[in-house]
Nanobody, 112 residues
């Protein structure tokens, strides 16, 4: 089955940018919906962004700052994060619809 490996996280100053990647172990061409989630300490996992074909949707908290995209040729999902805020600090995960097993995620820490 397809496996996802998230990467690109790190420590960044408020206002900075990060580009997260989600590499799939096999083709994602046939996966219609892919999603980025995040989970902050003490909080439940929350939906961040999704991409359905070329249509994208975002949580209100990140709208206008984050951009989700996919490259089927590279079997990779991306999340470009700009104007980062301390509230964005979390472990970020990718998945699909229907949901598959969760990967390890990638840690994003935004300092003031």
């Amino acid at each position: 089955q397809v496996q996802f490996v998230e990467s690109g996280g790190g420590l960044v100053q408020a206002g900075g940018s990060l580009r997260l990647s989600c590499a799939a172990s096999e083709s994602i061409f046939g996966i219609g919906v892919m999603i980025w989630y995040r989970q902050a300490p003490g909080k439940q996992r929350e939906w961040v962004a999704s991409i359905v074909n070329s249509k994208t949707n975002y949580a209100d908290s990140v709208k206008g700052r984050f951009t989700i995209s996919r490259d089927n040729a590279l079997n990779t999902l991306y999340l470009q994060m700009n104007s980062l805020k301390p509230e964005d600090t979390a472990v970020y995960y990718c998945n699909k619809v229907p949901a598959h097993a969760w990967g390890q995620g990638t840690q994003v820490i935004v300092s003031a």
